[in-house]
């Protein structure tokens, strides 16, 4: 009797694929997802739809078109990729940067924030089949879009750094701001109510619990990390730009129950303090240039032989840059460990157990962007099988098929 | 012997009610637009879908059982707007037909098994979730929907045809959902299985995008998925003119005497009363709530419908 229990049979269990085109994940990410009606059993994550091979071709570039080739590597976090690469030169060039520069890149990362959070709260709100939350969310974000604009000339692709400062100055009244950003905090709060009301509530409290051991056992990052009960912000452990005089003005959201309203809860509250930062580093704006004098082409070449990491707080979580210069203004080897790749492998904790209604919510409650975090991936069509290879590999693997 | 008008209004009656229904989802996707603050389709967008989904091509699955799975569609509409034609015909020509309403239920059911039908004949995993689930909210909805009909029916003089349901409303002289506490009491667990019916959001449970990619209709296109969706226009249309039949039924000839048209004012307030039915069951919900998961919309269907269906029920019974 007791081996009948055990055995399940084969047909019990269905394979349903989950991506790499899937109306509920705009990210091109295969869940192979194995279901016993409708509860999840097992999930293989294969990634390796969209590889760009950023990495290689920084090494093919000087570092001022590095800078933009960095802000290409995601949309959402278009700030954040060129503030870690550039604090990265800065520090083996020794470039002091300008007092306002820094304060201006501040406001542009807590800008990103914002609007990072808000267009995540959409995505969350579309899963959950709640249109109407999904239009308002991004109406909202609609504001910080306008701003974004407004300061740097792009909705998008801000191309507000570069090597010892920034690129534009603040031109916009600080009323402006203030105002949108109080139309902001309003509105947030306003989500904030949505989110304790009970139909929110049934498809998101206890869903996708990721317990606290597992979040630091598989290193995640941001708010997983925070919504599962660790305090990590890399503001606050490793203040970089002007977040180290800004200490005193935000704090550090945690929730410790760790399913997705909580990672909702996190998010929706760092807005907030977002928007009560903003409104401190506006008060406390230094004058002053905002970059070095001279061409920028000039200090790139100065910039000497050496390397520099460099870790930034992006919305999803601690993004890390490894940079190599080569002394001849060249990149020889850039390393990018984007958050996403932190978090994806706490996808399978969270999702074993749940229903298959949850799953849209599940994977999306870590925010993934998926081309941020794609590495190297070989597929055999004949097997069909995939596998992630390393650096050591790809070297043998050459030489094999008799290359010098 | 069938009279010409008989075979006119059968022939006229199809394109009728087609397009009466696309018209009703366009003003229901506007309306939604505008409450989300989008400026959103123009009213005829239905239309141009549905003409563009006729003019496209269709793939038959090679893992499909292929008549199962052309003829799934096919059904679905043909069903949908007969039932569709038998309300109208209840209200517009006053047929009297014996135990309709029973006709109808049995009509409206079967675009939702045509689905499952359908579906599970498509191979598609997806579609096979998209099955059963839909199996579920068919045993989850359909009880309370048959339930809620008990009073009126039993109010009407103990009959089954909807004309008879309006004729005694006329003598009361004032609606169902007004009346008596037993029917009032039909009428809200009625309007709380239309959204089901009508698979919207919260109930579009079998169907949604973002969990199993529109379930059993995801091997459907082009003409094939443009019968489903007149078959789900025309659904709504039916809940919408049965609800307003069955239990808001107001005769305005107390009003205005009996006026020569006032048969053609009652037939017109019924349509009017649909559509607000239609914005407050199905625009309004879809609007304001999350989708629900299947054990949870399952608890929510016996527990409060069903509830107030069978209260009002016994209610009835006894004379309230």
């Known amino acids: 009797m007791k081996g009948e229990r055990t055995t399940e049979p084969e047909y019990s269990r269905m394979t349903i694929p989950f991506g790499p085109v899937h109306p509920a994940l705009k990210e091109p990410v295969h869940l192979a997802v194995a279901v016993r009606r409708e509860e999840v059993v097992d999930v293989d994550i294969r990634l390796g739809h969209v590889h760009r091979a950023v990495e290689a071709l920084a090494e093919t570039r000087n570092l001022v078109q590095n800078i933009h080739l960095t802000e290409k590597v995601c949309g959402i976090c278009s700030h954040c990729h060129p503030t870690c690469f550039t604090q990265a030169i800065e520090e083996i060039g020794d470039i002091q940067v300008p007092e306002r520069a820094v304060f201006l890149r501040t406001l542009i990362a807590e800008l990103e924030r914002i609007h990072s959070h808000l267009l995540w709260m959409g995505v969350l709100a579309y899963e959950m ?33 570069t090597i010892g400062g920034v690129r534009w100055n603040l031109n916009v009244p600080t009323e402006r701001i203030r105002r949108v950003l109080k139309d902001v905090e309003q509105s947030t709060q306003y989500i904030n109510r949505v989110l304790e009301d009970k139909t929110a509530k049934k498809r998101l409290l206890g869903i996708g619990v990721l ?193 010098p | 012997m069938v009279s010409l008008d008989e075979i006119l209004f059968g022939i006229v009656s199809i394109p009728v009610v087609i397009v009466l229904s696309l018209f009703l989802e366009g003003i229901d996707r506007k309306a939604n637009a505008r409450m989300q603050r989008r400026i959103g389709p123009p009213v005829i967008q239905p239309f141009y879908d549905v003409l563009k989904l006729l003019r496209k091509s269709y793939i038959v699955p090679v893992t499909a059982a292929p008549y199962i799975f052309i003829l799934a569609p096919i059904l679905a509409a043909l069903c949908a707007i007969s039932s569709t034609l ?18 109808v239920i049995y009509l409206m059911a079967m675009p939702s098994l045509m689905k499952v039908f359908g579906g599970s004949s498509s191979g598609n995993p997806y579609a096979a979730i998209g099955a059963s689930r839909m199996m579920t909210m068919i045993v989850a909805y359909k009880l309370p929907l048959l339930v809620s009909m008990i009073p009126a029916a039993i109010k009407g003089g103990s009959t089954l045809s909807i004309s008879d349901i309006v004729q005694a409303q006329t003598q009361k002289g004032v609606c169902y959902a007004l009346s008596y506490p037993s029917t009032a009491l039909a009428a809200v667990s009625f309007l709380l299985c239309i959204p089901a019916e009508a698979g919207v959001v919260p109930f579009d449970i079998p169907e949604a995008k973002t969990e199993i990619i529109h379930g059993t209709l995801i091997e459907y296109g082009g003409p094939y998925l443009a019968l489903f969706r007149i078959a789900k226009s025309t659904i709504v249309l039916t809940l919408v003119l049965l609800a307003s039949a069955l239990f808001f039924y107001s005769d305005l000839s107390l009003i205005w005497g009996q006026a020569e048209y006032g048969f053609y004012i009652n037939s017109a307030l019924v349509f009017i009363v649909a559509v607000a039915i239609m914005l407050l069951t199905i625009t309004v919900p879809r609007t304001i709530f999350a989708r629900l998961k299947t054990g949870q919309a399952l608890r929510f269907f016996w527990i409060i419908p069903l509830g107030l269906g069978l209260f009002g029920s016994l209610l009835s019974s006894t004379g309230m």
């Not at chain 1, 709640?130 to 604009?149: K, S, V």
């Not at chain 1, 945690?254 to 930062?277: C, F, Q």
């Open chain 1, 211 to 403: 317990s606290r051991d597992d979040a630091i056992r598989l290193c995640t990052v941001g708010p997983v990390a925070r919504g599962s009960g660790i305090k990590t912000d890399v503001r606050k452990d490793d203040p970089y730009a002007a977040y180290g005089e800004l200490r005193d003005s935000f704090s550090v959201i945690v929730r410790s129950s760790g399913d997705v309203l909580s990672r909702a809860e996190v998010r929706i509250l760092e807005t907030l303090e977002s928007v009560h930062m903003i409104d401190a580093l506006l008060e406390r704006l230094p004058d002053g240039p905002i970059s070095q004098s001279g061409n920028v082409l000039a200090l790139m070449r100065k910039i000497p032989r050496g390397e520099a990491i460099s870790r930034v707080e992006a919305p999803r979580g601690e993004l890390f840059h490894y940079v190599r210069t080569n002394g001849n203004s060249g990149v020889e080897r850039l390393k990018i460990r984007a958050p996403s790749l932190a978090n994806l492998a706490s996808l399978k904790p969270m999702l074993v157990g749940n229903e298959i209604a949850d799953i849209p919510l599940v994977v999306a409650s870590i925010d993934p962007c998926i081309s941020c975090a794609e590495r190297v991936t070989v597929v055999n069509t004949e097997t069909n099988k995939t596998h992630i290879v390393d650096v050591a590999h790809l070297r043998r693997s050459k030489k094999q098929n008799g290359q």
């Open chain 2, 86 to 103: 038998i309300v109208i015909a209840n209200i517009v020509l006053k047929t009297h037909m014996y135990a309709d309403l029973m006709i």
């Open chain 1, 129 to 161: 089949g709640f249109d109407t939350l999904f239009m308002y969310c991004w109406r909202i974000r609609e504001g910080i879009m306008d701003l974004n604009e407004m300061i740097t000339g792009n909705r998008i692709a801000k191309a507000m750094n």
